[in-house]
């Protein structure tokens, strides 16, 4: 019989190769990029942006949690949530819509703009991207910002990209060349491929007549539509999505409601936490798995305004979606309305508050231990787990939950560690060193 052996410096070879690629799947999570992911997009139409305002909507936001939760006993009654943890959580949200309400705006020339005259969206078009730059220069825009442009159908395209245009000239114009930090185009409602690819064209274009680095635009798709997430062959459809882009999209959002009327759920029961938007959702997770592409969910639109009764019932239901989105993997979602920002972060709070002594104490111990299998309370933590409780925290420091001190000391890494955002790596310098 032969000697089938295989040489040493061929295992060796081939052992190297596993263990690079082992540690890359063990870092590879939603949202595995260094950048920072906003928990929301609050969308508003065109017509109605002004350079001042996200200081105006973190004001209306204040009066609103002022007049219908204004302490914590309150806060905790609204919500549903332990005393203790409102004490933790309410402070931090008033300070959360006092120096940086929204996260990230989108001047929106779809559905919250509605179909006008050409010369009519040609004028909010300029005016916008004026307003921008005033924004831009004063210091009052939020940390991310873009545009939502119509569809790319056979009706619309043509004023599609000519928003596109318009905008992005001015505003190019309006700032000398400078684009807005962590600006980015929407495309809403993508049923082919060639929609995807044309909008890449369409940057290809823009950045070559304005000599614009290749890659500076980036953009995001709307998974709002059945042919977004299967193709007609039955194969998923968002890969392909994604290749059209041409390295270009950073973002996938869902929109609930256009996906639900896209299959024939009534408006009654048109909602984010319906079955249908689940599947979605998990297509779009595994789809994008380890890509580095943002997943956002959808949003709540019952809108908290009117009476104290009315308020409540409508921050309970807001509170709910996002925190399942967020039990989900749906790190961020929607926002329809400054009322909603209280309870948008008091959900995104919450959420990692309540569980932080809890994964501070199972990741310690499993650290500490270098990658063995440990037993704390009633849950068994193995090596996959390393990863996941990192997670945790990392997602907690990225949403403002908790800062880099709190972070670092209760999840007993250094901060070299935690920046690293590789359990792999800090297993491997602690047992190595």
Not at 380 to 407: H, M
Request: hydrophobic share 40%; glycine share 8%.
């Amino acid at each position: 019989m032969a000697d089938t052996t295989i040489p040493e410096n061929a295992l060796n070879a081939f052992l190297e190769t596993l263990d690079k690629a082992n540690v890359r799947a063990a870092e590879l999570f939603p949202g595995d990029s260094p950048r920072r992911q906003p928990v929301h997009t609050v969308y508003g139409g065109a017509h109605l942006f002004t350079a001042d305002t996200t200081p105006k909507l973190g004001a209306l936001a204040l009066r609103a949690l002022d007049d219908h939760a204004p302490d914590a006993t309150a806060f905790a009654e609204v919500f549903g949530i332990d005393r203790r943890l409102a004490d933790r959580v309410h402070p931090r949200v008033i300070e959360k819509l006092t120096r940086e309400p929204v996260e990230d705006l989108r001047i929106d020339f779809e559905d919250g703009f509605g179909h006008r005259p050409d010369h009519e969206e040609d004028g909010h078009a300029v005016r916008a991207a004026n307003e921008v730059a005033i924004a831009l220069s004063g210091g009052t825009l939020p940390p991310a910002i873009g545009i939502r442009i119509k569809p790319l159908n056979e009706e619309l395209k043509r004023r599609s990209l000519r928003t596109f245009d318009l905008f992005l000239t001015r505003l190019l114009d309006r700032t000398g060349g400078t684009l807005p930090p962590n600006f980015v185009v929407t495309l809403p409602k993508i049923t082919s491929p060639e929609q995807v690819a044309a909008l890449a064209s369409a940057c290809d274009a823009f950045e070559y007549w304005r000599q614009l680095p290749p890659g500076t635009l980036q953009f995001e798709v709307m998974i709002e539509t059945a042919q977004a997430i299967f193709s007609a062959d039955g194969t998923v459809a968002l890969p392909r999505f994604i290749g059209e882009g041409g390295g270009r999209i950073v973002a996938a959002h869902f929109g609930t409601y256009d996906y639900t009327a896209a299959c024939s759920i009534t408006a009654a029961h048109q909602h984010m936490r319906h079955p249908a938007c689940d599947f979605a959702k998990h297509v779009m997770q595994v789809a994008l798995a380890g890509t580095g592409i943002w997943l956002s969910d959808g949003a709540t639109n019952v809108m908290p305004i009117g009476s104290r009764e009315v308020v409540h019932r409508a921050w309970r239901l807001h509170f709910e979606h996002a925190r399942h989105s967020l039990v989900t993997g749906f790190y961020q979602g929607w926002d329809l309305h400054p009322a909603q920002l209280p309870s948008r972060y008091a959900a995104v709070y919450a959420f990692f508050l309540e569980g932080l002594d809890a994964a501070s104490e199972r990741l310690k111990q499993f650290v500490a231990q270098a990658a063995q299998a440990t037993l704390v309370g009633h849950v068994f933590d193995d090596a996959a787990t390393g990863q996941g409780l990192l997670n945790y925290f990392l997602r907690a420091l990225n949403c403002r939950a908790i800062s880099e001190q709190e972070a670092i000391e209760m999840s007993g890494l250094t901060p070299d560690e935690l920046r690293s955002r590789s359990f792999v790596r800090i297993l491997q310098r602690r047992t190595s060193g």
